[in-house]
């Protein structure tokens, strides 16, 4: 996809700050990070999220993702690691090419992540038995 900022940056038509690659996964800087080191891992192909991935692609994205978090954990020092996937605009994605974001983690920060809330009671119950419901349809 020509219009796709990704899909440019894996074919080489616009810049990126490569760190690894792989001949289908491409992992370079984010320009605007979280922290320094913030890296995206993208597959080369298109795909708009991770629910469009082929397997075998999922895997090896989060192979390249894992040497990443090792690399900036030995080299930046990170005290943790965030992986953080956006699919859909609900959920904040910006860019639909499927990315992961392996961001470098330190104690005085200051990120904050999820809010947390409590079930209704009886809620949690049926929401269990209606997603068991779903995956055994899958196969799961």
Not at 27 to 42: K, M, R, S
């Amino acid at each position: 996809m020509s219009t796709c900022i990704f899909c440019r940056i894996a074919s080489g038509q616009a810049p990126a700050v490569s760190l690894a690659e792989t001949p289908r996964v491409l992992a370079f800087l984010d320009i605007a990070p979280v922290n320094y080191g913030h890296t995206l891992v993208i597959p080369k192909e298109h795909h708009e999220s991770f629910l469009d991935l082929p397997d075998d692609l999922w895997l090896e994205m989060g192979q390249v993702a894992r040497r990443v978090a090792q690399a900036l954990r030995t080299t930046l020092f990170a005290r943790g690691i965030n992986l953080g996937m956006n699919n859909g605009d609900a959920a904040g994605q910006v860019v639909f090419h499927a990315h992961i974001h392996v961001i470098p983690r330190y104690l005085s920060d200051g990120l904050m992540l999820f809010p947390q809330h409590n079930y209704l009671a009886g809620d949690m119950e049926k929401v269990g038995e209606q997603l068991r419901r779903a995956l055994a349809g899958q196969g799961a």
